[in-house]
């Protein structure tokens, strides 16, 4: 049966990555992949078009298609718009409206790209780590928040850190599953030491553990777990957190592979649909300039083919082929080193479909 695919460009770099993964799409297409790709707006380009960042016939073509691919949102020239047409609200708004409760944000590191990391070669090579965050819930979405007046006529801006025990357990199994496709170690992040929250994230975990006695649980606090990904990053295999510690080790753990720009990701719902993104944001200062890393959307692609549509073969010629164009010595500015290649972000894409 054809799969329907929405592609969503958004801003900034956006359009320009999703030019070079749709191109890898066509290209798998032509080989017998049996898919339709829509397109539509988020963001500020749903903004632009429709008025808001997550335009209904954009939320209503995300319902009906299998899986949704997009690029990036964002930009300055959003920033002064109220905070409920701001671009970021149409990628949470999407998020939730789609149940898309299991991030995986894998940080893996191409051996040929050792030497981009900021970190040294012994500390990272053959870096291999999946983080899950939790995505729809928690600070981001929890009620009450706001900003308010006191009766002193003080301003105070609150948000609330909240999580249900069903919503622990539904993220926690989800990551329990991936660790047992890899080395079966799991390590559950959380502030328990402070957070009642956490406190409960921690309970539910362990009881869930029960039902996976071959994976060996550990615990660590948020602040240590930051602090050991860049010490000795290699200890971890799965890591399972919160929504916002999510956000934020992501992008600590994407460095260690060179660049943010490398790094896929997949957001998934209880039954397999999914939204395949770059970790990366929508880089306004190099949009345009034809100079974005298209590998982590291309990436995404991989594991759109391989989480929603159950092409791992296909999922693995991706990858293999963005490895060759590393081994071919090309490189897009960000993971650029002396002796290599620099190349745009077409250049990159056309590489990639190349060697497919
Ligand atoms: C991410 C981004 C988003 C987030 C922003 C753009 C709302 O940083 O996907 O990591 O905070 O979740
Ligand atoms: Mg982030």
């Known amino acids: 049966m054809t799969k329907k695919i929405l592609v969503l460009p958004g801003d900034g770099i956006g359009p320009e990555i999703m030019t070079e993964a749709v191109k ?69 708004g999407i998020r939730s409206a789609l149940g898309l409760f299991s991030n995986l944000r894998p940080a893996l590191l191409y051996p040929q790209l050792v030497h981009a990391s900021t970190l040294k070669p012994e500390v990272v090579s053959g870096l291999d780590i999946m983080i899950v965050r939790e995505l729809t819930g928690s600070i981001y979405f929890g009620q009450p928040r706001g900003i308010r007046t006191r009766e002193d006529g003080v301003r105070e801006g609150f948000n609330t850190m909240i999580y249900s025990e069903p919503e622990i357990e539904r993220i926690a199994r989800s990551a329990f599953d991936i660790a047992m496709k890899r080395d079966r170690k799991l390590c559950s992040v959380d502030k328990a030491n402070v957070l009642e929250v956490s406190e409960l994230w921690r309970e539910v975990v362990v009881r869930v553990a029960k039902d996976y006695p071959q994976v060996e649980l550990s615990h660590m606090y948020v602040d240590n777990a930051a602090m050991q990904l860049v010490r000795a990053p290699k200890q971890f295999d799965v890591m399972v957190t919160d929504n ?78 963005a490895s060759k164009v590393l081994d071919q010595g090309l490189r897009t500015a960000d993971i650029y080193t002396e002796g290599t290649t620099k190349v745009g972000t077409a250049q990159m894409g056309d590489a990639i479909v190349a060697a497919l």
């Open 244 to 321: 916002m510690f999510g956000d934020i080790l992501s992008d600590a753990a994407s460095m260690l592979t060179g660049s943010i720009g490398m790094l896929p990701s997949a957001s998934l719902d209880a039954n397999g649909k999914g939204m395949y993104e770059p970790i990366h944001g929508s880089a306004p200062d190099i949009a345009g300039k034809g100079m974005a890393n298209p590998m982590a959307t291309i990436l995404s692609v991989a594991m759109l083919l391989r989480y929603t549509l159950n092409e791992a073969a296909m999922a693995e010629r991706i990858e293999a082929a």
């Open 24 to 92: 890898v799409l066509d290209r798998l297409r032509a080989d017998g992949l049996s898919i339709e790709m829509e397109r539509g707006h988020i963001g500020g380009a749903g903004y632009d078009a429709a008025g808001k960042p997550l335009p209904d016939e954009t939320l209503r073509l995300a319902r009906e298609a299998d899986a949704v691919l997009l690029g990036a949102v964002g930009g300055p020239q959003y920033d002064t718009l109220p905070r409920e047409s701001r671009p970021e609200r149409g990628l949470l």
